[in-house]
């Protein structure tokens, strides 16, 4: 049965959302109307798809080869030839941000992605199977929730080297947890629903139950954690960075500009002021989506 | 002998490769950012560089060096400066260091900040000048009978901060437990050269070398601990020091602050200064917003270039800059298959424009680097010629080195294309910027170039390892001719990480090491120096320098190509 | 409730279990061989025998972590390498700064955050809500060191009314000097170096909760026997303090121990930023060092007092929600 711990606040909410109350397509049409209606929420919507749209169309957007050095021309404040000024070592900071989306938007997707897998997977089969499946896979996620995320996150970067992949790794292993909790709750309240003991009588491997009937009906709490993951894996990236232990040059991604970008504060601060500029409003991007969507898709959690 | 205390110390090292991590450790680390990772404790070279000259006690034979008297004033007084007259008492001075010290016994200590809280609490037997010339420090004069006896004769009176008189037989306690293999200082190498240390009386301390050896007196700076101290507090010294020095350490928290007072029986006058507290701040910017806003007195490299330029323009503090001992480099591995042509690497030399780096990268700070000897050396060979930044002869000279360019432009040779990645620490981000103008720089002329950076233990492993191919790194405290060459450029030098051969520069170095004519000496350097620079293993970009930031109130100050803290004895702060 | 305690007590007890596991499995982690790491290249065959037989590295798997155990049972985290102390030493001189700064940061982040979102929720969508709730939004979409290197730069180099970084003497120090002497000096630069680094850590939670306490104080206060009471004619105030924010705070206090992870996950950012001699700091300094017993010791004490707090506010939760404790 659902835990009685603190953390049933999170649950609560993935169960209202998860009543199969309507078919779903119709949820679906519903969700996108209140979306729709909601001001903010479609100003997130907008912001992630600039940032889709810069990510795709990035080497046609850029006006400068944003790897092109050029010491003559380093530091140039923002106007005139280049729009957003130049930095450390003369490159466009524009192309940059623009390429840096992409990176961004890479770390985002594989991030939700993988964690979301992982996390997925091990809720519903420790809430479909319960049982000892059951105790196994949430004591782990409890261990993994003893530690603060950054904290982890460092770790597992940290003995296996910076760079791009060890940060997917990390940041994967690190944010499943949630992805399984809400699952894993879904699955509880909806076991016991008539169409899965229907599946069942008729002779529905578990697995296809999991996945064709209990499944779709954890996508909406699901998604709505992937638009916040989205927005917490680039602020986990910026921060790793900041650290050094994230993405090195000459890549472009946001946060290791921001990083550098912070030694030239007090002289260029637009060097870091752009990046930075950039993840807030992204990250904000999604967080307004997330809330959107959330607020959507149950009218009781409307704030 | 005596066994030297140890404590409950996790593993043991071999003295060899501390040698190594100390040579070239912290100068990699020096110019270090630290908006990242707190800048890690790098090994470093020994504090006090020695002239490479031959002695110049009053007994001694006659040489060509230039007769330094042995003085009984300390070092710093070799500036005259009014402000010595009317200095004023008191006073607490705020230093804002990089790292925190990783021990406060400095036979032990391998990194700056350890150092520099040796030159505050510590003497030794001589103390070393800016201008690289030993002093006499706890030793009042001392003698050089024969070539292979040194006697040293201490002051009278000097004691312990713990009240304890200062004896030869804590000279020879400190030399024994230095020398002894199990202790694991990283100081040993130095002192192979010694045979015995005999406190032939209370105030004479007696050296027996095993062989001449020219460099000798300069290394005499080594920090003197008290015996009975020493075997009482056994590992905990390294947390409450007792020496001579002009300061006491009072408390140490840490990673966060050290607090020293001033040592009233000092043997040089009580120091002006009543304490003086040093804060650990990682970030370079940081420690230079805590000067500017007044919550620091004194800063010193590493500092960030743009800081440097922004306070010197600013005008309200005080900015000393001197040449450093230590210069910025491009280690080319030679065991490398594509580098081992020295076409290659002479082409590479081509595309670096070492000046254009230094007025940008570096902000015009420091020098175009044109070899391994550092301009303010006595050995510095000036006519060396250096490569100029020329794509055009670059390209050329890989055509005749067979890397032809194909279509698309990259360089190819036998069906392998011409890669090659540059790497270099973390940690600094000069240096990260350096890399990257080199990538672009060499993919201009058709070199596939890529970038790596890790943090500086394992890219340093790495170098170690030969598991490079070009590096961008540092060395740092080249006080002397042989630190710059010996160990990097003989063909088993321990410092030669690029595996470099040349039987010539071999026997040009190891002569010059034994030769007590300075003259002699100077020309095996610049010959070696010349087939250094024609075999390229090294790229030269930079000689660095040592900056050093304060308040104005701060007095007296006189900075030192190594950092040295010696000035602090008689620094003084006005109101 | 004794049921309830066990139960509890015993998930602990296999949620450390993990915890100790998982952190044991770290130094396994490294690409490489670890000791080589540690030593460096030029370290002699027989020294790297040494140091792997001094950690154990040459037993199978369940041996080491067996005896791993046996030494923590008995307090011991090894000596850090480069340091040259035990890690205990080294994580009771730090640990304190950062309990410090974690305290404080909780403390602002629970006035602050609760009191705007008791005022955003009792008069939602005026101007005071709509920037209240702007700032908290921004409050978790930004950077958290560059919030902290903008507070430097405005309130340290620009105002000059803050110190720029460190730590000043320990509060609780400071305290009882001014009560023993009078002298209110220490305590108050102790609060001025706490200050911004305070506000920079607890700024993310502040925003989180006060957007909690907004969402969750509207629906206690949407609900019926809300209206019945003012319908009876009691006063605004009454009915929001009586009634409305004891339901509301439940499941506030829960999230409030939950944020003690993030904060000390975000400490070792801010100490980064401000130089505090914290074990966040303590903890870079030893990933750069290579320093796996340090790195070790210091991921399992913070996940050690996380856990510990977690059993706290489960046991609190199950005090207050009777609910909980039968459920």
Redesign the interface.
């Known amino acids: 049965?659902a835990e009685?711990?603190?953390?049933?606040?999170v649950e609560r909410a993935a169960l209202a959302l998860a009543e199969p109350t309507q078919p779903e397509s119709r949820n679906v049409q519903r969700a996108w109307r209140q979306v729709r209606r909601n001001r903010s929420a479609l100003a997130g919507l907008i912001v992630v798809c600039i940032l889709v749209l810069s990510a795709i169309f990035a080497p046609w957007l850029a006006p400068y080869d944003p790897?092109?050095?050029s010491?003559?021309n380093?530091l140039q404040p923002p106007g005139g030839a280049h729009i957003l000024g130049t930095d450390?070592?003369g490159r466009d900071i524009l192309s940059r941000l623009f390429f840096g989306a992409r990176v961004s938007l890479w770390v985002g997707i594989v991030t939700v992605a993988a964690s979301g897998l992982i996390g997925v997977s091990g809720g519903l089969v420790a809430g479909y199977l319960g049982g000892y499946w059951d105790a196994v896979i949430m004591?782990?996620v409890?261990?993994?929730?003893?530690?603060?995320?950054?904290?982890?996150a460092?770790?597992?970067v940290?003995?296996?080297?910076?760079g791009l992949n060890n940060v997917l790794i990390a940041l994967a292993l690190v944010y499943w947890t949630a992805y399984a909790r809400v699952a894993r709750s879904v699955v509880l309240t909806l076991r016991e629903e008539e169409y899965t003991w229907a599946a069942r009588t008729l002779g529905a491997s578990p697995l296809r139950i999991m996945v064709r009937h209990l499944l779709p009906n954890a996508i909406a709490p699901l998604v709505v954690l992937a638009s916040l993951g989205m927005?917490n894996a680039i602020?986990a990236e910026?921060?790793l960075s900041?650290?050094?232990?994230g993405i090195?040059?000459?890549e472009a991604s946001w946060g290791s500009m921001?990083?550098?970008g912070?030694?030239?504060?007090?002289?260029a601060s637009f060097l870091?002021t752009m990046p930075?500029l950039a993840?807030?409003?992204t990250?904000?991007g999604f967080?307004?989506l997330g809330d959107g969507l959330r607020d959507a898709l149950d009218p009781?959690?409307r704030? | 002998m005596q066994s030297a205390q140890r404590g409950s110390r996790l593993p043991r090292r071999p003295s060899r490769r501390d040698l190594l991590r100390m040579a070239l450790g912290a100068s990699a680390v020096l110019l270090v950012d630290a908006c990242g990772p707190a800048a890690p404790a790098a090994p470093a070279a020994t504090s006090a560089p020695p002239a490479a000259a031959p002695t110049t006690a009053p007994a001694a034979k006659p040489t060509t060096a230039p007769a330094a008297a042995a003085t009984t004033v300390p070092a710093a007084a070799a500036q005259p400066t009014q402000a010595a007259a009317q200095a004023q008492r008191g006073g607490l001075l705020r230093v804002g260091l990089d790292v925190d010290a990783d021990t406060l016994d400095p036979r032990l200590t391998k990194n700056t900040s350890g150092f520099r809280m040796k030159e505050l609490a510590f003497n030794g037997l001589v103390a070393i000048n800016p201008d690289f010339t030993p002093v006499s420090d706890l030793a009042e004069k001392w003698d050089n009978p024969d070539e292979r006896t040194w006697v040293f004769h201490l002051r009278n009176g000097v004691k312990f901060h713990d009240g304890s008189d200062l004896t030869a037989s804590d000279v020879k306690f400190t030399y024994e437990s230095v020398l002894d293999q199990s202790f694991n200082s990283p100081f040993r190498a130095f002192y192979l050269s010694v045979d015995k240390v005999e406190a032939t009386d209370k105030n004479t301390v007696t050296f027996t070398l095993k062989a001449p050896f020219a460099p000798f007196l300069s290394y005499m700076d080594l920090a003197i601990v008290p015996q009975a101290a020493v075997q009482k507090l056994g590992a905990d010294f390294g947390t409450k020091p007792v020496g001579t020095g002009p300061f006491k350490a009072e408390r140490w928290a840490t990673g966060d602050t050290i607090e020293l007072s001033a040592n009233e029986a000092f043997y040089g006058g009580r120091p002006n200064l009543d304490r003086v507290r040093v804060k650990v701040v990682p970030d370079n910017s940081g420690r230079v917003v805590g000067l500017e806003s007044g919550d620091l007195d004194f800063v010193q490299s590493p500092v960030s270039p743009q800081d440097v330029s922004r306070v010197q323009s600013g005008g309200k503090l005080k900015v000393d800059r001197t040449p450093a001992a230590g210069y910025t480099y491009i280690n080319l591995n030679t065991a490398d298959p594509i580098l081992a042509d020295k076409k290659v690497r002479q082409a590479l030399s081509h595309l670096v424009n070492k000046q254009q780096i230094i007025d940008t990268i570096y902000k015009g700070i420091g020098k175009p680097a044109n070899g391994p000897i550092v301009p303010t050396m006595w050995a510095y060979p000036a006519d060396i010629p250096s490569y100029p930044y020329s794509p055009d002869r670059a390209k050329a000279l890989l055509d005749e080195a067979g890397w032809k360019a194909g279509a698309d432009g990259s360089r190819v040779k036998d069906g392998q294309k011409l890669s090659l990645t540059v790497r270099t620490h973390s940690e600094d981000p000069d240096r990260k910027q350096l890399i990257q103008v080199l990538q672009s720089e060499f993919q201009k002329v058709g070199i596939d170039a890529t970038t790596n950076t890790v943090e500086f233990p394992a890219f340093f492993q790495d170098v170690q390892d030969g598991k490079y191919q070009v590096g961008v790194i540092g060395w740092l405290n080249l006080s002397d001719p042989d630190r710059a060459t010996f160990r990097q450029f003989t063909i088993d030098g321990t410092a030669n990480y690029g595996k470099y051969k040349n039987e010539q520069v071999d026997k040009l170095l190891k002569d010059a090491r034994a030769t007590l004519d300075q003259g002699k000496a100077k020309t095996m350097y610049a010959d070696a120096v010349k087939q250094i620079v024609d075999d390229a293993p090294y790229i030269f970009v930079q000689y660095q320098e040592y900056i050093a930031m304060y308040s104005p109130k701060v007095q007296g100050y006189v900075v030192n190509p190594v950092a040295n803290w010696l000035s602090f004895r008689t620094l003084s702060l006005s109101a | 409730m004794t049921h309830y305690v066990i139960q509890r007590l015993l998930h602990t007890v296999v949620v450390l279990f993990g915890v100790t596991l998982l952190t044991f499995a770290l130094i396994h982690l490294t690409p490489g061989d670890p000791v080589l790491v540690m030593l460096g290249q030029d370290a002699t065959p027989a020294e790297l025998e040494r140091l792997r037989h001094l950690l154990e590295l040459d037993q199978p798997l369940p041996v080491q972590f067996g005896h791993y155990l046996i030494r923590l049972a008995s307090g011991q985290l090894g000596d850090s390498i480069f340091q040259h102390q035990p890690v205990t030493r080294l994580l009771g001189d730090r640990f304190p700064a950062t309990i410090e700064l974690t305290i404080a940061a909780m403390l602002v982040a629970i006035t602050v955050g609760i009191s705007t979102g008791i005022i955003s929720a009792v008069a939602p969508y005026s101007p005071f809500d709509v920037v209240a709730m702007l700032i908290a939004l921004s409050g978790v979409a930004m950077p958290v060191f560059w919030l902290g290197m903008l507070g430097i730069l405005l309130f340290a180099l620009q105002l000059g009314w803050l110190p720029s970084f460190g730590r000043g003497e320990p509060l609780i120090d400071a305290a009882q000097a001014w009560i023993k002497y009078g002298d209110p000096y220490d305590f108050v630069d102790a609060l001025k170096h706490l200050t911004l680094p305070a506000i920079t850590l607890g700024a993310f939670s502040t925003a989180l909760i006060s957007r909690l306490v907004r969402s969750a104080l509207l629906e206690v206060l949407g609900q019926d026997y809300i209206r019945t009471a003012s319908a009876k004619g009691l006063r605004k105030l009454t009915i929001v303090a009586r009634h409305g924010l004891p339901n509301a705070l439940i499941p506030v206090v829960t999230v409030i121990g939950l944020q003690v992870g993030t904060l000390l996950g975000g400490a070792i950012i801010a100490e980064t930023i401000f130089a505090w001699p914290g074990i966040g700091r303590l903890l870079i300094q030893a990933i750069n060092q290579r320093d796996y017993p340090l790195v070790q010791g210091i991921v399992l004490l913070t996940a050690v007092v996380i856990s510990l707090i977690n059993l706290s506010v489960d046991l609190l939760y199950g005090a207050i929600n009777p609910r909980v404790r039968y459920g």
């Open positions: 049965m009685a711990t603190p953390s049933a606040l790897y092109q050095v010491l003559d380093r450390e070592l004591r782990v409890d261990v993994f929730l003893a530690f603060p995320v950054i904290l982890l460092i770790a597992i940290a003995v296996r080297g910076p927005g602020l910026a921060a900041f650290l050094g232990l090195q040059p000459p921001l990083n550098f912070m030694q030239f504060l007090r002289d870091s930075g993840i807030f409003v990250v904000l967080n307004l009781r959690l704030t």
